[in-house]
């Protein structure tokens, strides 16, 4: 925590450089990796992060915000700055822009945890689908995710909307080859649309092993063979109302579910 009158930086300009670099931060889903930051818009995320204990590098806030922003905003951060609001609006990638936002370091590159329970994307690309899967493994206890090349980068802004804070309660990896996943020494668990013994007859038979890591597949494709043909066990989800195949985060959150019920 800080004080609310140090270092507050009040910015006007469109032509401001640490404007034009959060317009990047805010728009471009891979901008985080170039500069190391990541960028929580809206009261809910901040929220979330300060609840988790996240190290605020600087808040961010509209002109009309500032003026009644809590004293708990005001000292969330080493360093606070205030944009006219429609400077705000240009770095937003909301329809309706929120009022204020917190700018973090993105979080060291981390080891694989062997025995931790795991969820692995093998290239869900969808941002609005992978942000769903996070909120669900945070809530049923897989709190580890690791993300396979080609998978929607995890720390993106729609990525990170969509995940509503799960983010800061898991360990996140991504950017990993097929054979990286040789580090966990717990069983693959691998989702089919077509294949293998129904989850709900494994889980009656109490047959699905904890911890576990479970594969999701890209959208279309689903896991890929090399993957499947390693898993422990190839599992599908019943559904008697004749649908193909399930969302990948519905089918993700049903597995999840099952497992810890």
């Not at 996140?172 to 691998?190: S, T, V």
């Not at 013994?197 to 889980?203: I, K, R, S, T």
Request: overall charge negative; some cysteine.
């Amino acid at each position: 925590m800080t004080d609310a009158s140090a270092n507050v930086k009040h910015i006007t300009s469109r032509d401001n450089p640490w404007l034009k670099a959060m317009r990047r931060l805010s728009q471009d889903a891979s901008a985080y990796r170039k500069q190391g930051q990541v960028w929580l818009e809206g009261d809910h995320l901040c929220r979330a992060a300060l609840a988790r204990g996240c190290e605020i590098e600087e808040a961010v806030f509209t002109e009309s915000a500032w003026q009644q922003a809590p004293e708990s905003w005001r000292t969330a951060a080493a360093r606070q700055v205030v944009l006219a609001d429609d400077l705000f609006a240009g770095i937003s990638g909301l329809e309706s822009p929120a009022s204020m936002g917190f700018v973090l370091r993105l979080p060291s590159a981390l080891a694989i945890a062997p025995l931790m329970p795991t969820v692995v994307l093998d290239r869900v690309q969808d941002a609005g689908n992978v942000g769903s899967i996070l909120r669900s493994a945070s809530a049923f206890g897989y709190k580890q995710v690791l993300a396979l090349k080609g998978s929607a980068a995890l720390w993106s802004p729609k990525v990170l909307r969509a995940g509503m804070g799960a983010h800061f309660g898991l360990q996140l990896i991504e950017g990993l080859a097929a054979e990286d996943l040789e580090a966990l020494q717990i069983p693959w668990l691998a989702t089919s649309s077509h294949q293998g013994p129904y989850l709900h007859e494994l889980v009656r038979q109490q047959a699905i092993p904890f911890p576990c890591a479970w594969l999701l597949g890209h959208e279309g494709q689903g896991v890929r063979e090399e993957l499947m043909a390693k898993a422990t066990l190839t599992v599908r989800i019943d559904q008697p109302g004749g649908e193909e195949s399930l969302n990948v985060a519905a089918a993700a959150a049903i597995c999840f579910h099952g497992v810890r019920s």
